[in-house]
């Protein structure tokens, strides 16, 4: 059942989109005066804040010639959940023709709500590099930002992703005496509102279609409704034949077809 296999990489691009918000994020160190003494652009990277810390640990003293960059933002992909509140219709599908060949349709069944949940961190070694990279976030969320994203492409899907902050967060982290290497972490919580979307099937034209009509009378067994032209209705149209399509219909009850020549 689940052989078919299909990518849209919805989960990737929702996973880009949300650290492309954080990537061009500058800080200004000033001196007592006001005046500007270095900018600089943060990093951003994607893994988990233990790892970061680990680095931190590795080399507490600063005696290593490399170590780890602060201050620094990361990110990393927490959580899925079902979001039953969006749910859709399950049996609506999406039609689209199929690139230039007009006799082809494709086809996708409605798209599935999930909620996919982010950690973003901020760590810092002093306390005004921290609150910048903070004020510069914040804002945007009230309590949530917009995103656009292209979820798929060959169907002509574009999709509004909301993106929440949900909770922060407020850590000091340090070991050993006051000579050690300090981190100061901020972690703000997000959700990501997007959709998962099935197969995408191609649908041949319907050619032929075959409609039987009722009339809607009181009796207990109303009269079954044949439709012919009046250029092709013969003199005793046989059950099994067939009239093909027609655009002008007229209708003829049973026992009431027209003489021949009328």
Known sequence: MFGRTYYHEVLRKTIV????????????????AGAELQSLKVPLAYGPKQKFLARLREDATLD???????????FELSGI?????????????????????????????????????????????NSDDSVQIVEQILPYFQPEYTVTVK???????????????????????????FSTRRA????????????????????????????????????KTPPRVRQYTAETVPLVPPDDDN???????SEWTDG???????
């Open 17 to 32: 989109s949300f650290g492309t918000l954080f990537n061009d994020i500058h800080i200004v160190r000033t001196d007592s």
């Open 64 to 74: 290593k010639k490399i170590a780890i960059t602060l201050p620094r933002i990361g």
């Open 81 to 125: 959940e079902y979001d039953s509140t969006r749910k859709l219709n399950k049996i609506s599908k999406i039609r689209k023709v199929k690139g230039t060949e007009t006799k082809q349709m494709s086809t996708q069944y409605s798209p599935v709500p999930y909620n996919v949940n982010f950690e973003l961190f901020i760590m810092a070694k």
């Open 151 to 177: 979820t798929v492409p060959t169907m002509d899907q574009i999709r509004d992703v909301p993106i929440v902050l949900t909770s922060t967060a407020y850590e000091d982290t340090y070991d050993g005496d």
């Open 184 to 219: 100061i972490i901020y972690t703000l919580s997000f959700t990501a509102k997007t959709y998962m979307y099935g197969p995408v099937t191609t649908a041949e034209p319907i050619q032929k279609v075959t409609v039987d009509q009722y009339v809607d009378m009181k009796d």
């Open 243 to 249: 009239f093909g399509f027609n655009e002008a219909l």
């Open 256 to 262: 009431q077809f027209p003489e021949q020549g009328q």
